[in-house]
């Protein structure tokens, strides 16, 4: 059974770099051939696709967010990371990573990790 | 960005209500969609993928249906776990993915 476990460092002031680590168990990060997901839903809100990051090494970022956003993985730690620059009150949200299946494999968003609250205040 | 509509945003219906939500995508997606469920304090959970393939462990109350631009969501007979909020996500073609704001069900 595969989990999906976020972390991070819930209050961060403006102007800061957000890091956020998700932690992959029960499978191998590099099989499979999905993609590694970061989601964010704002307070009330809706989700917010962030990007992803194949085994491969290919990332994909949402526009909205492409000058800000990195994602990186380390295979040896079966982890992947988000990094969010110059972070404002806009940014708080609770910021959740996932597993995508590739479409071959019917696609969607099968595995969730809890989420992590992140809170941008001065 | 393929903008996703869903309605409505929230209704009120009983146990044992059959109920269908509707999605709307601004352009053809195929059947490059995803319909999710989410609780208060819970991360959401695939139920649909690729319009109409039931998710593993998902109930078979839970149907989906449409390819192109308009989708349906349906839940045969509403039971006490199934109150909640429901996403439609598109995965057509490129990223962005994008969801639908969301459908509130609740009880009458």
């Known amino acids: 059974q595969v989990q999906l476990q976020e972390s991070g460092p819930g209050l961060m002031k403006p102007s800061q770099t957000l890091t956020l680590t998700c932690t992959v168990s029960g499978d191998s990060f590099t099989s499979g051939a999905y993609y590694w997901t970061w989601i964010r839903q704002h307070p009330e809100k809706g989700l917010e696709w962030i990007g992803y990051i194949h085994f491969s090494g290919t990332t994909y970022y949402n526009p909205s967010l492409r000058s800000r956003v990195s994602i990186s993985m380390d295979t040896s730690k079966n982890q992947f990371f988000l990094k969010l620059t110059s972070v404002t009150a806009a940014d708080t949200a609770l910021y959740y990573c996932?597993?995508?299946?590739?479409?071959?494999?019917?696609?969607?968003?099968?595995?969730w990790g809890q989420g992590t609250t992140v809170t941008v205040s001065s | 960005d393929i903008q996703m509509t869903q309605s409505p945003s929230s209704l009120s219906a009983s146990v044992g209500d059959r109920v269908t939500i509707t999605c709307r995508a601004s352009q053809t997606i195929s059947s490059f969609l995803n319909w999710y469920q989410q609780k208060p304090g819970k991360a959401p959970k695939l139920l649909i993928y690729a319009a109409a393939s039931l998710q593993s462990g998902v109930p078979s109350r839970f149907s989906g249906s449409g390819s192109g631009t308009d989708f349906t969501l349906t839940i045969r007979s509403l039971q006490p776990e199934d109150f909640a909020t429901y996403y439609c996500q598109q995965s057509y073609s490129t990223p962005p993915w994008t969801f639908g704001h969301g459908t509130k069900v609740e009880i009458k």
């Open positions: 996932a597993r995508e299946r590739p479409k071959v494999r019917g696609g969607g968003l099968d595995v």
